[in-house]
């Protein structure tokens, strides 16, 4: 009976941090900084939209600028963004399937463990760039795909 209450309450618990996440899902449109290695110029930027798009830009200089782009398609399930590659520059497959585990998210702040791809990675930090205009980032990725996925080509 005690096993039974205790995992009881753990369900209990998990179940309120989803609810609580979702709740917060508003705090995750606006556009979001990771700096992916303080040791190097790599970083991105990752638009999320309320229109389902996520748009990101990402800039890398080792030896030379290396510049990506994004367009994907989420949803917050249960603490999880889901997110489909809509469409990109580099050699991924689209419709590769993105799930990152939200471990913290409130306006400023967003902390993520990658689920999907599997893998030996660390938590990312996002913070939120408060100035960027709605559309920055998404504006200028759909602008170079011309408004268009190669999923529909």
């Known amino acids: ?7 009881s309450l753990k369900l209990l618990f998990f179940s309120f941090c989803a609810f609580a996440i979702e ?3 508003q705090d995750l449109i606006g556009t979001w900084i990771i700096n992916h290695d303080t040791e190097e110029v790599n970083y991105s ?3 999320y939209e309320k229109s389902g ?20 398609k989420w949803e917050l399930i249960d603490g999880v963004i889901h997110s489909t590659l809509h469409n990109t520059t580099t050699f991924m497959e689209f419709a590769f399937h993105i799930q990152d585990k939200v471990l913290k998210l409130n306006h400023s702040e ?3 463990d990658m689920l999907i791809p599997k893998g030996e990675y660390s938590t990312e930090y996002h913070y939120k760039n408060h100035q960027a205009k709605p559309g920055q980032v998404c504006n ?9 996925s190669k999923i529909e080509s």
């Open 140 to 148: 200028v990725v759909k602008k170079f795909f011309k408004n268009k």
């Open 1 to 7: 009976m005690r096993i039974l209450t205790i995992l």
């Open 110 to 112: 967003l902390f993520v």
């Open 45 to 47: 930027f990752i638009e």
């Open 23 to 25: 709740e917060n899902q």
């Open 53 to 72: 798009d996520k748009c990101e830009i990402s800039f890398s200089l080792v030896n030379s600028l290396e510049v990506d782009m994004y367009w994907n």
